[in-house]
């Protein structure tokens, strides 16, 4: 048995927790819009061609803005074919995942689904193949009233208001070789500074995300992140951060000690962003936007074979992801006074909480922590101080066993604190001291956990693993003592 203590005291705080660190993305990719959000042929589908059943489930999740259209589709995106009368519009290859793309689903359909789930369109405009008009025409398209040429065309498409779209990126990983019009990082510096200042003649209320390195593995970072953050400082409010998480050589014991990786690259990020502050002597900052993350390594086939919404990617996730996805969460509010946005990549189907068939859909594991946290992490992130018994890895040396983050709500009286136990082997016995005031009483207390680190869900067994409550333990002189069983995420709510 192993055993951790926590020292929680609700005035060490980090930062305001931001309700845009749980966002979600959208790609026309392989089956994530088509046969996942836009399903005609589906009989869980409305008279729209809109999945019940996944709008259900995203609600839920409750993500506060979703990205769109890519990724990596956006840079050879033609937004104007996706508008418009559906008959006329056009069949196209999308060279990003060789597929073929139909334009049935577009950027109308896609504001409605943000109207009806009540959350923030987050807009890509397409850096690669796309001109600095376009981009500037799609703000105009999206956020004027009315009486000019393209918010006149969202009217004559049936949307008399503007949809106000406030967070837009300008492109995606323009820094990659797969990327259709690959650039240096001078180059879409230049194009990032002229889109930008385009959209923000069209729109000034407008907030602007330039692409980071799309990966921490690439020759060019961080220099890539430096350089675009000089160029582009004046005009921007984040700068973008990919990253996906693996466990390649199957080694449960290093991948679960992954988040030192996480806040290795968001330091990195962070402190670069800072020095450019310095550097230039700035008033203003500029805020991480963690734009794609998740796990993603066993479905890497990006091959289309040019059909449409083919089966690419298409990752099950287990239980020992669903832990590192719940720790990469506890970074996201470790690190919540640099981190304003970030966007689960994706929303459904290819990598993503939600698996759909025709007939179905079912909840993947990584669907619980993500839920706990975009439920219950609100208000302020609190700074722990955590003492934990470590176990020892192949990759990072003596990780510990417990990985812990909080958030701590005044308004709701409301406190809670997120829990991994790594342990594969034994439960950890964690002890929860409150330094400050302590709370009244446990809410509620949420549990996922289970024996095998690579069990599954499925649409044969939709539910071999579910999040669930577990007896809420009692607070006692100013502690709270809880068993955590091995492979194991708790969500603990705390009423003050
Ligand atoms: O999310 C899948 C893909 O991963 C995105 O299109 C791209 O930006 C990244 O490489």
Known sequence: MKTATIYLDTRRTISDISPYIFGGFAEHMGRCVYEGIYDPKSPLSDENGIRRDVMEALKELNFRSIRYPGGNFVSGYNWEDGIGPRENRPVKRDLAWRSIETNQFGTDEFMKVCSELGTEPMMAVNLGTG?????????????????TKYSDLRIQNGSEQPYGVKFWCLGNEMDGPWQVGQLSAEDYSKKAVQAAKAMKLIDPSIQLIACGSSSSEMNSYPDWDRVVLEETWDQIDYLSMHYYAYNRDDDTGS?????????????????????????????????????????????????GDWQQAPHILEEVYNLEDALVV??????FLKHADVLKMASLAQVVNVIAPIMTRTDGMFKQTIYYPFLAFSKHASGQALSLNVLSDTYETRKHGAVDVLDASASFDPEKHEGTVFLVNRNQNSETTTEIVFQSEAPRSVKVA???????????????????????????????????????????????????
């Open 131 to 147: 001109s600095i008009q376009d981009a500037a025409n799609i703000v105009e398209y999206c956020n004027l009233e009315a009486g």
């Open 326 to 331: 719940a720790q990469w969460m506890n970074v």
């Open 446 to 496: 949420y549990q996922l956990s289970g024996t095998d680190p690579k069990a599954q869900n499925s649409f044969e067994d939709p539910e071999n693993l579910v999040m669930h409550t577990i007896a809420a333990p009692e607070v006692k002189d100013g502690k709270l003592v809880l068993s955590l069983p091995a492979l194991s995420f708790t969500a603990v709510v705390l009423e003050f």
């Open 255 to 303: 991948y679960l000690g992954y988040t030192r990786l996480f806040e290795q690259h968001l330091n990195t990020i962070a402190a670069t962003i800072q020095y450019v502050k310095a550097k230039k002597r700035s008033k203003k900052d500029v805020f991480i936007s963690w734009d794609e993350w998740n796990v993603w390594y066993r479905e890497m086939n990006g091959n």
